[in-house]
């Protein structure tokens, strides 16, 4: 069993920025991908990064140039940096892990870009 444990969130000006951290329990050497998706208040859970297993990355077009995904396989974390941050981008930040057989999510970290 994957548990996955997101950490990094909080309140933030506009065009500050934060590191979120997202480290998993359990065996994930067979991952997929890892990723980070975002929930804003009344809105259906978005797409915002992902990393493959070889280090390739996706990212949303709305935080392209501006967040950068990265992976430890040491420490079996992936992480998410985001810059220049907008008040469009607060929401609730879920990490995610794929696997052939399903996905893991964490249980949310808070983003809030308010000045």
């Known amino acids: 069993q994957v548990q996955l444990v997101e950490s990094g969130g909080g309140l933030v000006q506009p065009g500050g920025s934060l590191r979120l951290s997202c480290a998993a329990s359990g065996i994930i050497f067979n991952a997929n991908d890892m990723g980070w998706y975002r929930q804003a208040p009344g809105k259906q859970r978005d797409f915002v990064a992902r990393?493959?297993?070889?280090?390739?990355?996706d990212y949303a077009d709305s935080v392209k140039g501006r967040f950068t995904i990265s992976k430890d396989n040491g420490k079996k974390t992936h992480y998410l940096q985001m810059n220049s941050l907008k008040p469009e981008d607060t929401a609730v930040y879920y990490c995610?892990?794929?696997?052939?057989?399903?996905?893991?999510w964490g249980q949310g970290t808070q983003v809030t870009v308010s000045s």
């Open positions: 990393i493959t297993t070889t280090g390739s990355t």
């Open positions: 995610h892990i794929g696997f052939t057989w399903g996905d893991s």
